[in-house]
Every structure is written in C-alpha cells, then in structure tokens.
C-alpha cells in the first residue's frame, strides 16, 4: 500500500527540504497527547506536563485532536518561515472555509469526509453531519466543533494563543537544541539533492519513500493519490518514528521525516511485515515455529511431532521461509529449519514470548 504524490513532472526545482517552527511544535503537541508512541521522549513530557500551569494543560486537552491522531494540514506548513510567529501569520492568512475543513478533518476522526461541498459554515445539513461525526469521537470533539462552527474566528484566536503560550512554556527552550539538529539534516539532504540527485537524498530521508521519475511513493499503510507542484519536506526531532504527509486536496503536499537516530536500524518494508503477519496467522505455522525456537528440526522431526505429513509441513515451512522467519542449512540429505529470533524479535515482545514459553 502506498500514498503517491504526483509533483508533475522531474525532480529538479520541485522538491524543498526546509525546516518548520510549527511543524515541529505540533510534533511535540503529539508526543505530549500520545506519550506511549515515543518511549524514547517519556521523560520529557512527563517534565513538560508537570510544569505547565493548569489552563495552558486543559487548552492542550480540548483540542488535542488536531494533532494527536493525524494533523491539521494547517500545522505542517510547506512554506517553512524562520519563526514560529511568522508561521503562525501565514495560518492566519489561510481563508476561514480551508481552515475548518482541515479542523473538521481531524476532529470528526475521517479523511473519508469531504466538507465543503456545501459548506457546513454555511449550509444546515452539512453542518449537522459535522456535528454529528464530531459527536461519535466524543465530548470534546463535538464541543470543538460546535465553537469552530458557530464562530470560527474566536476559535482560531484561542488556538493560536494556545500555541504561543506552548512556545513560552517549553517549546523555545527545546527549539534551540532541535533546530541545531534540523539544520545539520537539512545540509546533508541539500547537498545531496545537489550532488546526486533526488533518489540520493530520499533514500537518507527513508527507505520508505521513493521516487518514480514524477512521482513520491510513500511506503503507508494507506492507498492514495495526490497532485502538486511541487513537495516540502520537513526534518523533525520530537516526530520519529512517525512520518507524517500532508495530501489533501487543495494543500501543497508536505512530508515530515524523521532525522536520523544513531545507528539507526534498517525497517522492513511493509510487504515484508504483511508476510511475516500472514504467515503468523496460521496455528500449524506456530506450533512449527514453537518446535523450532527449541532447536533446528528437520521436515521428517515436524511432521512427526505435530501429526502432520512431510509435504503439509514443507508447504508451512515454505511460507515462513518467505516471510524471512526461518533458515535452512543442509547436512547430507537432510536439510534443517532454525528460527530466524532478531526478525521474530522485532514483531513483538508478547508474540516472541508466546513461541518461546
């Protein structure tokens, strides 16, 4: 499955690598609303929720949907500014029918809803829909939904008081050491573009985004098409692992990447992990790899321990095998399964438990 975002044609002069003040705000925002996705920034939020004063917390709380599942495409800006006020001027230029729809988008909880034709500013019935996706979210949402109907500027007022306030809390603070990071990124992802083209530099940016000579191809767990003239990419901290695009109709496409770790591991593509998901979801192939976790086991071994025949337990073995979740090593004429641990390892702590015990 992937998101592909027609850019209209090469690559050159329509790919920009910039970094974002509000972008990476909103990362923050959602590392606070979502502390169990970046186990790595647990104690910074910890410390950043313990310091707030009880207003600013509760703003944070009323409107954490604009950032804490997907974001509002008005947070994740394709023309970066140096700052976050001049970010936050350019929100405010955007038109009051674009911004509640891209609000409603995240607080109804469905990109499947298009608002605007007609508008529920405007128009009874949509209005109602709105209200009544907001509803099935829940209380806050619906609340928000109602101010942002009912008086949209009011609403963009407090947000971006909300977000000022965040900025003198524990955002500026954190900026100065992130935006050293980001501005290192940026050099190596310039000077790539530069001197070996787009393919280079995306393949820094992640293995999980392509370019297909008009196309970027992003490796998500999502089927879509969008058009531009051109996309942004925007290094991000406080965002890894998560890598966040922008593709609604009417926005310029953006993609938020997370930097590079240390070290970091290579990910799997997704149609591995389909494989590997697949190939689990039968009982008999967990029973072969249980057997397996205890050491390597022949077709013959398998079958008789499992009460199976030989060519049942080849077929299961050769759906592991393409998953990557065994190896092979032959001995004369037998040829022996082992357990590949540090690719089961990486599917999960309770599953790799449930084969070992």
């Known amino acids: 499955m992937t998101l592909r975002i027609d850019i209209g044609g090469p690559a050159a002069g329509r790919v920009r690598f910039a970094a974002s003040p509000l972008a990476e705000l909103t990362a923050m925002l959602h590392v606070l609303a979502e502390p169990a996705h970046h186990p790595q920034l647990a104690g910074w939020a910890a410390d950043v929720w313990a310091g707030l004063r009880p207003e600013l917390a509760e703003r944070l709380r009323e409107a954490e949907f604009l950032w804490r599942s997907s974001r509002a495409d008005f947070l994740v800006p394709a023309r970066p500014r140096p700052t976050l006020a001049a970010e936050l001027d350019d929100v405010d230029r955007i038109d009051d029918e674009t911004y509640v729809t891209a609000a409603l988008v995240?607080?109804?909880?469905?990109?499947?809803?298009?608002?605007?034709?007609?508008?529920?500013?405007?128009?009874a019935t949509a209005r109602e829909r709105a209200l009544d996706l907001a509803q099935a979210r829940g209380a806050l949402q619906e609340a928000f939904a109602e101010r942002l109907l009912a008086d949209p500027a009011a609403v963009r007022a407090r947000v971006r008081?909300?977000?000022?306030?965040?900025?003198?809390?524990?955002?500026?603070?954190?900026?100065?050491?992130?935006?050293?990071?980001?501005?290192?990124?940026?050099?190596?992802?310039?000077?790539?573009?530069?001197?070996?083209?787009?393919?280079?530099?995306?393949?820094?940016?992640?293995?999980a985004v392509t370019f297909d000579g008009t196309s970027i191809v992003v490796d998500k767990l999502q089927d879509n098409a969008t058009t531009g003239p051109g996309i942004t990419f925007l290094p991000t901290v406080f965002g890894r692992p998560h890598l966040v695009a922008v593709h609604a109709p009417g926005w310029h496409p953006v993609v938020q990447y997370p930097v590079a770790e240390p070290a970091p591991s290579e990910p799997v593509s997704l149609e591995t992990v389909t494989l590997r998901l697949d190939a689990l979801a039968h009982p008999v192939r967990?029973?072969?790899?249980?057997?397996?976790?205890?050491?390597?086991?022949?077709?013959?071994?398998?079958?008789?321990?499992?009460?199976?025949?030989?060519?049942?337990?080849?077929?299961?073995?050769?759906?592991?095998?393409?998953?990557?979740?065994?190896?092979?090593?032959?001995?004369?004429?037998?040829?022996?399964?082992?357990?590949?641990?540090?690719?089961?390892?990486?599917?999960?702590?309770?599953?790799?438990?449930?084969?070992?015990?």
Do not use: M
């Open 161 to 207: 008081d909300t977000l000022e306030q965040c900025a003198e809390a524990f955002f500026d603070a954190a900026w100065a050491g992130v935006g050293v990071q980001l501005a290192t990124d940026l050099r190596v992802k310039n000077d790539l573009l530069k001197r070996q083209g787009i393919e280079a530099a995306l393949a820094a940016v992640s293995t």
């Open 286 to 357: 967990l029973r072969l790899l249980r057997t397996l976790a205890r050491g390597p086991h022949t077709t013959g071994e398998l079958a008789d321990a499992w009460d199976l025949t030989p060519p049942e337990v080849s077929r299961h073995l050769a759906v592991l095998r393409r998953a990557g979740l065994l190896t092979s090593e032959r001995h004369g004429r037998y040829v022996r399964y082992t357990i590949n641990l540090p690719d089961l390892t990486t599917l999960g702590s309770d599953l790799l438990s449930a084969v070992l015990r």
């Open 106 to 123: 995240t607080t109804c909880g469905s990109n499947r809803v298009h608002f605007g034709t007609p508008s529920p500013l405007v128009d």
